[in-house]
């Protein structure tokens, strides 16, 4: 589940949820779909590195969100279920977010 991470929204009505196919999954879209945003959020959950650029670039686009909505903060959310290999599910969720300073 992604929400408030770059082009993905910070509303509930706006998280993406991603299920992963067995043995393989193919992300594929156009330009500007998300892709890259995908590989960034499970890179985050996984090993705590955010992109280039940091914080500011990996959130949503604080700018367009205040414009919007006259909120000043963003909660961006990456979560990942999976089942290890001993059969148990395990859930990571990692959260992260930006102010707009004034």
Same mark, same amino acid.
């Given at each position: 589940m992604v929400r408030g991470i /770059? #082009?993905?929204g910070p509303s509930e009505e706006e998280t993406q949820?991603? /299920?992963f196919l067995n043995p393989l999954t193919i992300i594929s879209g156009p330009n500007g #779909?998300? !892709?890259?945003t995908l590989i960034e959020a499970?890179?985050?959950i996984t090993t705590g590195a955010l992109p280039a650029g940091k914080l500011a670039s990996f959130v949503h686009s604080l700018e367009v969100y205040f414009k919007a909505s006259? !909120?000043?903060r963003i909660d961006g959310m990456v979560k990942l279920q999976f089942t290890d290999? !001993?059969?148990r599910v395990c859930v990571a969720t990692k959260r992260v977010n930006a102010t707009l300073k004034k």
């Amino acid at each position: 589940m992604v929400r408030g991470i /770059r #082009s993905v929204g910070p509303s509930e009505e706006e998280t993406q949820v991603i /299920r992963f196919l067995n043995p393989l999954t193919i992300i594929s879209g156009p330009n500007g #779909s998300g !892709k890259t945003t995908l590989i960034e959020a499970l890179n985050y959950i996984t090993t705590g590195a955010l992109p280039a650029g940091k914080l500011a670039s990996f959130v949503h686009s604080l700018e367009v969100y205040f414009k919007a909505s006259h !909120k000043a903060r963003i909660d961006g959310m990456v979560k990942l279920q999976f089942t290890d290999s !001993k059969g148990r599910v395990c859930v990571a969720t990692k959260r992260v977010n930006a102010t707009l300073k004034k």
